[in-house]
């Protein structure tokens, strides 16, 4: 994923062009977001993002919501 | 930019944040000055701390850099669980809260979650400190987020405490790079 596919996909959730609004008061920038979750090929699957998270960087809830919404699957 | 700085935008939407918090105040709203006096906001990554408040409402209580105050043991007592972190510093410092709603602005710049807790020490009862703490925040802070911590959403941030206490414990596995800053500011 670069850039704007974040923000294509995530787009309920993106703030000021730059920020995804990831729940619970807390929002990330896009360039942080892409460091982490970048390699992951586009369209992305929830199973695909959780391979990165790995249940440590905290975005499991904000990516079971966004497939949830039907976000990707 | 590195990921583990808090950028321009990130602290100007802070302030915006926080503008929205103190409404009720008009001319002295707070909001993002030049510190060299030229007209022109400096915000610059190489010097967010460079950055001040405006307003009679709003004071700036303290601005913890990078690994500043990811302590084994705070002025206030509370021991610092984890031992993962690269580094470590004691502040023996405290928040004085006394006089302002305090508020906290945190960013994790780490790859990993960290557990925040926001500690409050009661209020000075007489001359005497009470020697206890309360919990006023406790959660995870994802990789990368930022957050604004404030009475709003945590009714517990309030007047009736005396001194703020920040603590983190890291995730597992521990985050290798990057880092974790604090902005403590309070409303008059």
New interface residues.
Partial sequence: MIAEDVKTIFKPYVLSEDYLDIGNGQFVSIDFFIDLFGNVSTPPTFDDLMSVDCGTRGYAEFFARCKSEGLFN | ?A?DEI?M??LY?AWKTLEDWVKGSSTDKPKVVNVNGSGTEIFTDETPGAVKLAGRYVKELKFMETNFWIGKTSHLGYIHSGSNFPNTYSDTTPIDCRHFEPSVFLKNGY???VNVTIYGHLRPSGSQIEDRLVVVAQ???????????NKD?YPLFSASIFGLCIAVTS???APTTGTLRALVIGRV
């Fill in positions: 930019m990921n950028s935008q990130q939407d790859d990993q979650h959660e995870p802070l994802a990789a990368g987020a930022s957050k604004f911590y959403s995730s597992s596995p």
